[in-house]
């Protein structure tokens, strides 16, 4: 590897460990083996390296998860939507920092322009992921109004499971309950106006 990746990898590894804020340039430089100088060469500032080890982290995350999510498992259960949330929940348990270092960064976003298109654009991608979870349609035939729809729900849905349970796992709701749950929603009494 050369400077600019090990450099990416040790800002990651500061990330998780220190998080987006607490992270100095000094941590990235003391976990890649490289030295200060070249963080400027490589990425101009130690706030755009930490926004590339952030952005280069959540598309790993969606590699693995989106694997995890199609791999076939004897013991799954039947039910596609409880071994979706199943899945979704044991990625938060199992990458709890980059859970919590993406919220950090959510945070950050609104004082750097920059990193708030990025992460913009990396919701459109994951609502387009979402929807094609969801609906079986591959993303590239998907029409704009199911990746608003369907796409944007499943995002909320996930947004609020984790708060949830990064807040307070003990009380989070089980795959089995979001489940129960949005199957309430779908059949239950309509909101009174």
Do not use: C
Not at 173 to 187: D, Q, Y
């Amino acid at each position: 590897m050369g400077h600019r990746e090990d450099l990416l990898q040790g800002a990651k590894k500061a990330l998780f460990a220190k998080g987006y804020a607490h992270t100095t340039a000094r941590d990235i430089v003391a976990a890649s083996g490289t030295n200060l100088a070249s963080i400027g060469y490589h990425y101009g500032s130690t706030k755009s390296l930490l926004t590339a080890a952030m952005l280069s982290a959540i598309e790993e995350w969606g590699d693995t998860f989106g694997h995890a999510l199609a791999e076939e498992k004897d013991d799954d259960p039947d039910d596609p939507m409880l071994r979706f949330w199943q899945r979704v929940i044991g990625s938060i348990q199992s990458h709890r920092a980059l859970w919590l270092a993406s919220v950090e960064v959510l945070i950050q976003s609104e004082h750097t322009p920059e990193l708030r298109a990025q992460l913009a654009a990396g919701l459109q991608e994951g609502r387009r992921g979402m929807a094609a979870m969801l609906t079986g349609i591959p993303e590239d035939q998907l029409d704009d109004g199911t990746v608003r729809t369907a796409g944007s729900v499943q995002m909320a849905l996930m947004s609020g499971v984790l708060t949830q349970w990064l807040t307070d796992p003990s009380t989070a709701p089980s795959a089995e309950e979001i489940v129960a749950g949005l199957r309430a929603l779908n059949g239950g009494p309509r909101l009174q106006d």
